[in-house]
């Protein structure tokens, strides 16, 4: 769906571009920003551009909302009309089965490589410079499903004057948020004075330590924020297992048999006894999760989206978090104002969840 540009942005992009040269954009956690995105979360499933309109943020309108791509991911362009910057709003899981299923596609892919979309579509890319870096399978799917659309809207603007864009999703959306940053960063065809900010709100864990680290030092001072409510289960997901493979190359761990097999006997038997007791159970299950969210996974993927060839996976599903943390704690009042009844389990999840203690934390901070 297409959204017009107003008069009032149509002026500011042909006659006022030197306003969009003047930095806007600044590093950590801004309140007010981030409730603005929040509102633009919550309009992600509206479909009339009458509604649209009257519930967008102050100074936003949407000019853009991309077609359905990958497994049913969608995402929003806004441009703030007063400061000249714009916003990519990243869709989070819609309720659809297909949705679900990327989510659950979690096997662990290297961070730099090639996806065949279809016959006819290969994206080549890389969201990390680390060889050991890997990240979630489906929800790179959706980042190379969607980044191409992305960086046309975005080189677009550029043209127009404006260089300062926010990177943003809740949930799912948040996921694909950092990846999206991370590939971003890596394109070659990207002017280099681009300002980028990301928010990746209620997100889980995107890829692995190397690809945290990796991260975490290209959104440094500032620029890579992760919002999460401290009740909220969703960004400690999925599932991760940490073995020996899974540390820094060189670590106490990589020659470990050797030096094991040197110690005197009994006391060389006692240790491989110990340490196989310990190491088996965590490699069973990493390889578990491995086959049950990869492979498997991906022969339900494989039906609906008959073109798309698997990726080689990689022997890790050691999950961890990434970006600059902003907790939004639940102070007094928030187990009251969201009750767990048993069956509401996505009750700290939620948007107003969020804007109930992002309120409650920062009321100096948001205009109303």
Known sequence: MMFRLSLISFLFLFFGREIAFAQHLHPYFDPEEYSDLLKMFSLQRDTSAESLRQKAPADYEMTYR????GLVNRWDFWLNTKKGTGVIAIRGTNGTAASWLENLYAGMIPAKGVLQLNDSTHFNYQVAA???????????????????DMVEHILEYYRQGI?????????QGGAIAFLVRSCLYYREDLPKDLVLKTYCSAAPKPGNQAYAYDYDFITRDGWGLRVV???????????????????????????????????????NLALSYTYGRLSRPM??????LQRVLGKIAYSRV?????????????????????????????V?????????????????????AYRWALEKIYPK???H
């Open 66 to 69: 991309s077609p359905e791509t």
């Open 130 to 148: 680390d060889p050991q870096a890997g990240v979630h399978a489906g929800w790179m799917l959706a980042t190379a499903a969607m980044v191409p």
């Open 163 to 171: 260089h300062e864009f926010i990177i943003a999703g809740h949930s």
């Open 229 to 267: 409510n401290g009740r909220d289960w969703v960004p400690e997901t999925p599932f991760s297992v940490q073995t020996p493979h899974d540390f820094s190359p060189v670590n106490p761990f990589m020659n470990i048999r050797k030096t094991i097999r040197k110690q005197k006997f009994p006391v």
């Open 283 to 288: 490699k069973r299950s990493s390889r578990r």
């Open 302 to 330: 494989k039906k609906l989206l008959p073109a798309y060839s698997r990726p080689p996976f990689i022997n890790s599903h050691h999950y961890t978090p990434a970006g600059a943390p902003v907790i939004l704690y639940p």
């Open 332 to 352: 007094t009042g928030y187990d009251e104002a969201f009750p767990f009844d048993g069956k509401n389990i996505f009750v700290h999840h939620s948007l107003t």
């Open 365 to 367: 901070s948001i205009s």
